[in-house]
């Protein structure tokens, strides 16, 4: 769970609900275990996102990934990415 800080837990589960129409983790251990289930990933930049689902075949408008439902916004500068 080294990848999950609480920066990016605590994110997780404020916006959860942008991704899943009920909650998946009610507490930071919860949601750290709930990212490593799902490999959730954490990037550090727009560009990385991009990268991210290029590297994966996704169709995406690279003006738009941002507010994809499957991207959070950390807050910090990076991103954690969750395929839900």
């Known amino acids: 769970m ?3 800080d609480d920066a990016v837990l605590r994110c997780f589960l404020e916006h959860q609900d ?3 129409p009920e909650p998946v983790a ?3 251990e919860e949601a750290g ?4 289930d ?3 990933v954490v990037v550090n930049s727009r560009e990385d996102v991009i990268r991210y689902f290029e590297e994966e075949g996704a169709d995406f408008d690279a ?3 941002l507010e994809a439902s499957e991207v959070f916004d950390v807050g ?3 991103y954690l990415i969750v395929e839900g």
């Open 26 to 28: 009610s507490s930071e």
């Open 2 to 4: 080294d990848e999950y």
């Open 63 to 65: 003006d738009d990934i």
């Open 33 to 36: 275990y709930f990212l490593e």
């Open 38 to 40: 799902v490999l959730a």
């Open 18 to 20: 942008q991704l899943f």
């Open 76 to 78: 910090d500068g990076r």
